[in-house]
């Protein structure tokens, strides 16, 4: 069973934007349809919601609600922190699929915006750092 990885971008990111970024890094990985690919390999799948759209107010509300319920400092730093997202970047991956696969997105991501990461069944992370769990 799957399961996601939210990176709540500071800055604008569109998916034209981030499968140059990865081409730059890893010459085999590419995004095709949303899917990032090394190969003919699917590795994971990416969608991008920005500012303005209904599904971004969506996932951008129902994600600090959820962070609310979360006593404690560093519930509310994230909290205060995510509301100034420009995009949110899904990644949908396989547990079967390697992290160390996905290093090419990480560190392309993080190239084109500082931001804060969620994983499920996990919770938020800044960079490297575990800030609080959440599931």
Excluded: C, H
Excluded at 120 to 134: E, H, K, L, T
């Amino acid at each position: 069973m799957s399961y996601y990885v939210r990176f709540y971008a500071d800055r604008p990111v569109a998916l034209k934007a981030l499968g140059t970024a990865i081409k730059s890094v890893a010459a085999d990985y590419k995004i095709d349809g949303g899917d990032l690919m090394r190969g003919a390999d699917v590795l994971a799948e990416i969608g991008i919601d920005s500012v303005g759209t209904d599904m971004f107010v969506e996932e951008l509300s129902s994600r600090i609600g959820m962070i609310n319920q979360v006593p404690g400092d560093a519930a509310q730093w994230v909290a205060n922190r995510i509301r100034g997202t420009q995009s949110i970047v899904s990644v949908r991956i396989d547990p079967q699929i390697s992290w160390d696969l996905l290093a090419p997105l990480w560190s392309s991501l993080s190239g084109m915006s500082t931001g804060l990461t969620q994983v499920d069944g996990q919770g938020f992370y800044d960079g490297p750092n575990f800030i609080f769990a959440m599931a």
